[in-house]
């Protein structure tokens, strides 16, 4: 049936970031339902996907989360140069099948969406709101921009807030502007004098 096949078929395509030297390949296909960030010196042994990807000389950094592999590059290649053969492998990668994670991977927190539960202190009602507030206004829009960024921890006396950037967000020049001006801001208009 054609219109089976069709619907079988795998799309990739690349698409820029805030981050020059990081390209996110977006797909139609749910890869996993972690945030895996990996680079040449990770325990990558479950990670099937990022195993062939690192075969590529000038791929750096692998950040895999929902449909989007982002990868970041060695400075010695332009996107143009690579982009094609990236987006090629993936493509035929997932038409054929393959796995992304391996089935004996037990997540650990740092690879993981942490939640609530798995966050180290939100027993308190400020952290539980400012997961909140990144969860429904600060995560969709870094996930746009190929990244992932996690509540780490908020100290009450100095009314201090400590996140984790992740995939593409990890060493954009435009990070530190992107944790003023946009998550800071964020949480002190939505959440007044805490």
């Known amino acids: 049936n054609t219109s089976e096949k069709k ?62 592999v982002s990868l970041q590059k060695t400075d010695d290649m332009e996107w143009i140069e690579i982009n094609s053969s990236l987006r090629d492998f993936i493509r035929e990668y997932l038409q054929e099948g393959r796995r992304i994670v391996s089935e004996a991977y037990k ?9 609530a539960e798995a966050s180290p202190v939100t027993n308190d009602e400020t952290s539980q709101q400012i997961i909140s507030v990144l969860e429904e206004y600060i995560k969709p829009a870094v996930a746009g921009d190929g990244g992932n960024i996690q509540f780490l921890s908020y100290e009450p006396e100095s009314k201090e807030v400590n996140v984790l950037l992740q995939g593409a967000c990890n060493g954009c020049p435009s990070s530190t502007i992107t944790l003023k001006n946009g998550i800071e801001a964020t949480l002190k208009q939505l959440l007044p004098g805490k």
């Not at 820029?16 to 990081?22: C, E, G, K, L, R």
């Not at 650990?108 to 939640?115: A, F, L, P, V």
């Open 107 to 115: 997540p650990g927190q740092s690879q993981t969406n942490i939640s």
């Open 7 to 68: 619907e079988s078929l795998v799309e990739v395509y690349a698409e820029s970031t805030p981050n020059p030297q990081v390209q996110k390949f977006v797909t139609n296909r749910l890869l996993t339902n972690y945030n895996i960030e990996l680079n040449r010196t990770s325990e990558i042994r479950d990670f099937p996907l990022a195993i062939e990807l690192f075969e590529f000389p000038f791929v750096k950094e692998i950040f895999i989360s929902d449909n989007y």
